[in-house]
């Protein structure tokens, strides 16, 4: 009984500590771009759906779309205008997520990479 | 001395010759690249001007009906008479017709052959390493157009003879061309290289000039919204946006489900240059401007930065320039061709002389 007890506990234990609910904030650089680009990507979650929002800066932020999390793997976009961002992340760390970026927008397409950290 | 500076334009040409060429080729593209993108989607850009110009409520409730309610990013007012407007949404980008509501089609995001020459151009469509080819290709142009004047300065061959085949013509081609296109070249070459630096470009500048921080001209410390409280529309925060900035013309309203407040981007006419960096930020509930930001208040190096830019697309004096830049662009890869042809039959004659004394 313990045992199964403990089992619970530890693995309770992982989901709280695998929830990404919070800020995350980092940088993206566009493959042959200049600079990386300042990100703040507030997110809740709620089982395996991601909501929440992600900008520039806490100011400036545009709602996430089609949000989901299985395992380590985030996914969801972000319509800042004509440009759609598709994020493809992994947890990495308790407080760090790297990953892909797709940029769209009418006649252009890019792709990025991003790191983003835990705000404390 | 001028064996030597003839070793330099052969090794810089030979070394980025392709690369300039790609650059002229896919420059030549983007020099009429809004015309370009109309003309491959007339049916979603033009439209006939009839009657009054639907408010942006009744153009937002057009697409809704048509969209299942789909939420509003952005309204892209045009800024002529007979190009559509659009709406953008997450799905894509609406063209509607601003006299009948009529929906003319939506375009979705990625990637064309406009948006491929414009990879082409910018980072030869692979990443950093292209990027970094081109921002040199751009430095080895200039010392190409530095070599090739001091060349020609003591014939100052000015004239095409001969026949197409000899060797003749493609000599009197490439000076005649070279002179005829240094300056327009020279132009375009140094703004693509600052563009291609622009990061260290902008850190010099600043350095140089005293870098001032945009202010807001006008600002309010926002507040929580009584419980309740509406939001104004958008054709609220145009007029809003359009009695901070009288006689400016507004090409933006973004939403503020979309950035937290109305964004409205206004072009001031009378500034070809820097007029469309106008911004006036207004709170959804309010009404209050949060910031409004001026093309008048770029500080020096943006101001720079952002003249050098209108030169290279050619937009500084206006259509004038632009066709300026493309006839540069378009006559490049003929440039190019020629002095690899001059370079080949050069190289064959001087083989064919060795083989002789041989």
Known sequence: ?120 | MRRLILRVHLATALIAGAFILVLGVTGSTLAFEPELDRRLHAHLSYVKPSGRVLSLGEIGDAVSRQFNAEPIVAYLPSRSADFSWKVILPRGIVCVNQYTGEILGVRTRGQTILGFAHELHVRLASGDVGRNILRWSGVATLISLASGLYLWWPTKRFRICGCWRSREFWFDLHNSLGVLLWLPLLALAATGTVIAFEDQAADLLGKLTRPVQVRSRQSITRREPAPGAQIITPDEALAIAGAQMPGAIPYRVQMPRYGGAYRVSLDDPGDRVTGGHNLIVIDEYSGGVISSTRSSDLSAAQRILATNEAIHRGDVFGMPTRIVAWLTCVMVPVQVISGLLLWLRGRNSRVAVGKGAL
């Open chain 1, 1 to 120: 009984m313990k045992t199964v007890l403990a089992i619970v506990v530890l693995f309770g234990m992982g989901a709280i500590a695998r929830d990404v609910t919070g800020a995350w904030s980092g940088a993206f650089k566009v493959n042959g771009g200049d600079h990386g680009v300042q990100q703040l990507i507030l997110l809740k979650q709620d089982g395996v759906k991601l909501s929440g929002s992600a900008g520039p800066d806490a100011e400036e932020q545009y709602p996430l779309e089609n949000g989901k999390i299985e395992g380590d793997h985030l996914t969801f976009e972000v319509t800042s205008g004509e440009w759609k961002f598709r994020y493809h992340l992994k947890r990495t760390g308790a407080d760090e997520i790297k990953g892909d970026l797709e940029l769209k927008s009418l006649n252009n397409g890019r792709s990025a990479v991003i790191s983003l950290r835990r705000v404390k």
